[in-house]
């Protein structure tokens, strides 16, 4: 207790020696006035719709809107599983903005797809439109120059960074450990939505940061994501939501931030704005040229758009970070409880992270007891997909109790499936009578996006030694799943930033669109059901004894052990993975003819030896009571 106590006092002192503990209202005006002094702030269109360019997907949602009475409101809603297709509808819609663009992002990184959303978002500030963006601080914008240009590149965009450590917009290690002793709940809690709203007549959210691994263009490492687009009344709601975190006192201004205030006042010369540097300028303009084809914007996007009555935007308030347990802070989180509780014949759950909320879990078991109980199918990661080991640890921990209690019908993804292999493949082909890399607009066919690479690997700033997945005994580019959908008896569908494990549930505020409309449902289905295939998956089922009564007991001493909080060490499980065998249709574990066509291929199919196997083990026998935390 003396030493930890020691630690604290030597943390916080070290950190408040550092320059400017505390910024004084002189400083902020200094930097507020050298900002409103920058050349080259005013605005470079003025035009009553801001020298706007036209955009199906926007003049959709103002129908949507014009078409809305009180008692029956239109909405047009998109499903964005292309990544390709979602980063194309947030181009079409900044670009054709005329009054505000407001971003919520968690992460916002500095490679090709950071670069090139901020560079659009400063076009359309400078051409006149309102621009905030809001993100969190801890994982967006590590460089104090950007942030710098940021503060002064246009009067009419703004930027915040949600929860900063000790009002830095830099975590360096020393804040970084103090942060976490002294203050660890204030610490953990992030907001982890994600929005593009464009005049509050549209908008798009899901599970996509600003990076490049969440829209295929990393050449190693990449995310199965998905988004969802809504405009028309829909917009309000977002809108709405995005003002309440944008006015929180979380939400902090660039100037009110120790280390951005002092960049600005000793910065003399006004930084400008640069053009960007992309890893693959080719790519770069093919997108930006696709944002401005109709064609192709109605032969990917608009054609599959559909008019729905019920859709709802739904958000955790900011005050969630204050009042973790307060019940009306968590609106979202209550919104998907009830509606898995109300489930009649099934659920479908896409998630990255299976572990499990106590009140998750008492909504399963109490379905589980139904007659007959709906069915649960669950398409999750698997240790060799997920970059979150740790996490993984808890879901492997409890495998048993998914089986037995809850009645899942688990898929985990592999780390080269098909259905993630071809979504890179979608994202980065060209015609073959084109020179690679040349931008062409043409609807229908098949596109090259070149791989790229991102500038800041380590979430923390560091190499990302501790985020990458565990090494593998395969060889090719990776995938892991990132989306995080639902679907409830074919009728209501979410998609959005939940994760539906604790840290969602208590701690991360989280925001989704869910829809109440059979056609989109069982268009999210599909999606998530081919992630399940036996080419994109391994299925979960129980381990066969191999030993006549000695395989009894093992599986009886791994149950006992599985429920101990700690000490849960027997290496045999109750269940393992298991791969379809040549021939064979895909059939869930319960059927008796499963074992006759799929085969085990081990707890832990294609991962190499290594600390991060060792280290799942560990965190399986003693970590199961930081499963919030992480």
Same mark, same amino acid.
């Given at each position: 207790m003396h030493l930890r106590r020691y630690i604290l006092l030597l943390l916080v002192s070290c950190v408040a020696l550092l320059p400017g503990c505390a910024l004084t209202r002189a400083q902020i005006r200094e930097a507020g006035a050298i900002v409103a002094a920058s050349p080259g702030r005013g605005d470079t269109c003025h035009q009553a719709d801001r020298c706007a360019k036209p955009s199906p997907l926007l003049e959709a949602a103002q129908e949507a809107i014009a078409a809305s009475t009180p008692g029956h409101p239109v909405n047009a809603v998109t499903l964005l599983d292309d990544s390709e297709a979602a980063l194309v509808a947030r181009l079409s819609l900044i670009r054709a903005a005329q009054h505000s663009i407001d971003v919520q992002t968690y992460i916002w990184d500095e490679d090709d797809i950071g670069q090139l959303m901020l560079d659009e978002l400063v076009q359309a500030a400078r051409r006149g439109v309102?621009?905030?963006?809001?993100?969190?601080?801890?994982?967006?914008?590590?460089?104090?120059?950007?942030?710098?240009?940021?503060?002064?590149?246009?009067?009419?965009?703004?930027?915040?960074?949600?929860?900063?450590?000790?009002?830095d917009a830099q975590t360096p290690p020393l804040e970084f450990a103090a942060g976490v002793?002294?203050?660890?709940?204030?610490?953990?809690?992030?907001?982890?939505?994600?929005?593009?709203?464009?005049?509050?007549?549209?908008?798009?959210?899901?599970?996509?940061?600003?990076?490049?691994?969440?829209?295929?263009?990393?050449?190693?490492?990449?995310?199965?994501?998905?988004?969802?687009?809504?405009?028309?009344?829909?917009?309000?709601?977002?809108?709405?939501?995005?003002?309440?975190?944008?006015?929180?006192?979380?939400?902090?201004p660039l100037i009110r931030l120790r280390d951005v205030n002092r960049r600005i006042r000793s910065d003399g010369a006004p930084p400008g704005w640069p053009a960007p540097h992309y890893t693959d300028p080719a790519r770069v303009a093919r997108a930006q040229a696709e944002a401005e084809d109709p064609d192709w914007l109605a032969a990917w996007i608009a054609d599959d758009t559909l008019q729905v009555s019920r859709v709802n935007y739904f958000s955790d308030l900011p005050a969630k970070t204050d009042k973790p347990h307060k019940r009306d802070a968590r609106e979202l989180t209550a919104q998907l409880m009830r509606m898995v509780a109300d489930a009649k014949h099934e659920v479908v759950l896409q998630t990255p992270y299976l572990v499990l909320s106590k009140r998750a879990e008492d909504i399963f078991k109490h379905l589980r007891k139904q007659t007959p109980p709906p069915g649960i199918i669950v398409s999750t990661n698997s240790l060799a997909a997920t970059d979150a080991f740790a996490v993984y640890a808890l879901s492997y921990k409890h495998r048993r109790r998914y089986l037995t209690e809850y009645g899942?019908?688990?898929?985990?993804?592999?780390?080269?499936?098909?259905?993630?292999?071809?979504?890179?493949?979608?994202?980065?082909?060209?015609?073959?009578?084109?020179?690679?890399?040349?931008?062409?607009?043409?609807?229908?066919?098949?596109?090259?996006?070149?791989?790229?690479?991102?500038?800041?690997?380590?979430?923390?700033?560091?190499?990302?030694?501790?985020?990458?997945?565990?090494?593998?005994?395969?060889?090719?580019?990776?995938?892991?799943?990132?989306?995080?959908?639902?679907?409830?008896?074919?009728?209501?569908?979410?998609?959005?930033?939940?994760?539906?494990?604790?840290?969602s549930d208590h701690y991360n505020t989280e925001a989704a669109v869910i829809v109440q409309d059979p056609r989109f449902a069982s268009e999210l289905r599909d999606s998530?059901?081919?992630?399940?295939? =036996?080419?994109?998956?391994?299925?979960?089922?129980? /381990?066969?004894?191999?030993? *006549? &009564?000695?395989?009894?007991?093992?599986? !009886? +001493?791994?149950?006992?052990?599985?429920?101990?909080?700690?000490?849960?060490?027997?290496?045999?499980?109750?269940?393992?993975?298991?791969?379809?065998?040549?021939?064979?249709? =895909?059939?869930?574990?319960?059927?008796?003819?499963? /074992?006759?066509?799929?085969? *085990? &291929?081990?707890?832990?199919?294609?991962? !190499? +030896?290594?600390?991060?196997?060792?280290?799942?083990?560990?965190i399986t026998a003693f970590g199961a009571g930081v499963k919030g935390v992480l």
């Open positions: 309102k621009v905030r963006i809001l993100a969190d601080q801890l994982f967006s914008f590590g460089d104090l120059a950007l942030l710098d240009r940021l503060a002064r590149v246009s009067r009419n965009l703004e930027v915040k960074l949600y929860n900063p450590t000790f009002h002793v002294c203050c660890f709940m204030k610490f953990n809690q992030r907001m982890h939505n994600k929005l593009l709203l464009v005049d509050d007549a549209i908008g798009i959210t899901g599970g996509r940061n600003y990076q490049n691994r969440y829209f295929n263009w990393d050449p190693d490492f990449d995310y199965l994501d998905r988004d969802v687009m809504a405009g028309g009344p829909v917009g309000r709601e977002m809108a709405d939501s995005f003002a309440l975190f944008w006015n929180h006192k979380r939400s902090v899942f019908q688990i898929h985990e993804l592999k780390p080269h499936a098909d259905s993630a292999e071809e979504a890179f493949e979608e994202a980065n082909e060209t015609e073959d009578d084109g020179p690679a890399g040349t931008p062409i607009a043409t609807p229908g066919k098949a596109h090259r996006r070149f791989p790229g690479n991102e500038r800041r690997p380590g979430v923390f700033g560091s190499q990302g030694k501790r985020n990458r997945p565990a090494p593998l005994r395969s060889n090719g580019r990776r995938y892991s799943l990132h989306a995080k959908s639902m679907v409830v008896d074919d009728s209501f569908a979410m998609v959005g930033s939940h994760n539906f494990d604790p840290r998530i059901l081919e992630d399940t295939l =036996p080419q994109n998956a391994w299925t979960i089922g129980r /381990r066969e004894p191999g030993i *006549p &009564v000695l395989g009894d007991i093992s599986l !009886a +001493i791994g149950n006992l052990s599985s429920h101990l909080p700690l000490f849960d060490l027997w290496p045999f499980r109750y269940a393992t993975s298991y791969e379809i065998k040549p021939g064979c249709a =895909p059939l869930a574990p319960d059927n008796p003819k499963f /074992r006759q066509c799929y085969t *085990p &291929v081990g707890d832990f199919p294609d991962v !190499a +030896i290594s600390p991060k196997l060792i280290y799942t083990r560990l």
